[in-house]
């Protein structure tokens, strides 16, 4: 693992771009994208510059079941939002959230097979999940439908008005996908996060820590801030 210090996320969003900028000049063909706080800079960032995603397909990790496309809390209309609006690529996946189960889990996986990740973008939960996988998920896990627990719906309530309901269940891309992907770039900033670091640098491998899978992979790149970095030896 090469853990990249950084003093805030300001500095750790210039430093994740220069990353994906490298990628992109190495012809990138597959990068897996993640959505939540962490990336807002990074997306932000990269809508500023001329980095060309004409040439690059985009799968992103997840979605909540049950929400429509054009429902704001849905993580189509956050990567819209934030990134596809403005920077085109080749194409783009996302998990449909509308669709039944058994056939969006094999639609997924096959999108997942069919397009090798060059570069996979991750955040890091409070409880160490990556993607929505939650702790007690298999390490070889591929596309699956997740029950939400209580951590990640206490995290992410904050995107939801008090009037919204937030769903419970999402369609995440598994932990084994996930360490398929060739390099895999994982970000995470503030205390809120330190413990999960911790875990994940310096606990155990174990299934109970979703984000402990990482130590298993031989190109992990991570980035983290002084807030989450605080609680290492
Ligand atoms: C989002 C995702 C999640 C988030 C994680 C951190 O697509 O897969 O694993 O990356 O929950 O979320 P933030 O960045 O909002 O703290």
Request: net charge neutral; proline share 2%; glycine share 6%.
């Amino acid at each position: 693992m090469k853990i990249i210090k950084v003093k805030d996320s300001i500095k750790g969003s210039e430093k994740s771009f220069d990353i994906i900028k490298d990628f992109l000049g190495n012809n990138m063909s597959v990068i897996g994208l993640a959505t939540g706080s962490t990336q807002l800079q990074l997306y932000k960032r990269i809508i500023e510059s001329d980095l060309d995603f004409s040439n690059t397909i985009s799968i992103n990790l997840d979605e909540y079941i049950g929400l429509a496309k054009e429902n704001k809390q849905s993580y189509h209309y956050y990567m819209n939002e934030n990134l596809f609006q403005y920077k085109k690529f080749k194409k783009s996946y996302i998990p449909n959230g509308d669709n039944k189960e058994e056939l969006e889990l094999e639609r997924y996986n096959n999108i997942i097979n069919d397009n090798k990740i060059d570069l996979q973008l991750l955040g890091l939960g409070e409880n160490g999940h990556i993607g929505f996988n939650e702790p007690g998920t298999s390490f070889k896990s591929k596309t699956n439908k997740v029950k939400l627990t209580k951590s990640t719906l206490d995290a992410n309530k904050r995107f939801f008005d008090e009037n919204e309901i937030m769903p419970k269940y999402a369609y995440s891309m598994g932990i084994g996908s996930i360490l398929s992907a060739k390099t895999i770039l994982i970000i995470a900033y503030g205390i809120n996060k330190a413990d999960a670091v911790k875990k994940m640098i310096e606990g155990p491998i174990d299934e109970s820590v979703p984000a402990s899978s990482l130590q298993t992979h031989k190109d992990v790149i991570i980035i983290i801030d002084e807030a989450a970095a605080s609680k290492l030896n």
